[in-house]
């Protein structure tokens, strides 16, 4: 009969273990916004989530402060990063806005790492319109940076105006010209037309220009920044 009671006990308390939620763990970043301050200058936020661990990691990101409190999950592979620029503007679409930003990695004991990079940038945005990347014709982008120091320019990809599809960062080291296509920018876009790309910097003397590209008799139409 112990012999018994003994085998349910170790029964039950198995099927409790399996049946036992595995934790989460949060991390908190203080603050992130995509909000315009004093003297005209953008503040944005970028975060970098890295998965250390030997496992894929489910990660959900919200703003708990913000308005609907939105949140969005994402997979990280093992030894991967995953990288959000303007993480409020482009991966909530929301402007105006502070909150801290929740980081929780789902079913594990260990958070992913976090690190999070706020920056301004002054009122120094270039538009570039009418850019086309198909079978058809391609989009080339020159970024000059004539200063001392190393210029980061953020560049933002729409279809509709006001309306970001895409954007990222791109470093130019001082007294450097950088001539790249748009799909090496945008590598997730591989085709359209009648795009837009708005390009801010910070950096003095720092020039910006576009071409677009007939691929069949490489004739070229320069783009006139606005």
Known sequence: ??????????????????????PNV?????????VVGMN??????????????????????????????????V?????AVQH????????????????PLKITTIESSRSVRVIAN??????????????????SFRTNIGLANLGEHEATFT???QRVPGRNVAVTRYRVSANALVHTSVQSLFPMITKG????????????????????VDNETNQTHFIQPR
């Open 155 to 157: 560049l933002a990809l």
């Open 40 to 73: 005209n200058v953008h503040w944005k936020t970028d975060v970098d989530l890295f998965n250390d661990s030997r496992s894929e990691a489910n990660v959900m990101l919200s703003l708990p402060t913000a308005p609907d409190q939105p949140f969005i999950l």
């Open 118 to 135: 706020v920056y301004g940038i002054h009122d120094a945005e270039i538009t570039l319109s009418g850019l086309s990347f198909s079978d």
């Open 84 to 99: 959000f620029s303007d993480i409020v503007a482009s991966t909530f679409g929301m402007n105006e806005v502070l909150s």
């Open 193 to 212: 037309d009648d795009f837009t790309v708005l390009v801010e910097t910070s950096a003095p003397d720092t020039y910006i220009y576009a071409s677009v």
């Open 26 to 34: 949060s991390v908190l970043v203080p603050i992130v916004g995509s």
């Open 75 to 79: 997979s990280i592979g093992p030894g």
């Open 1 to 22: 009969m112990a012999r018994l009671l003994t085998a349910i006990l170790l029964l039950l308390a198995t099927v409790a273990a399996e049946g036992a939620e595995a």
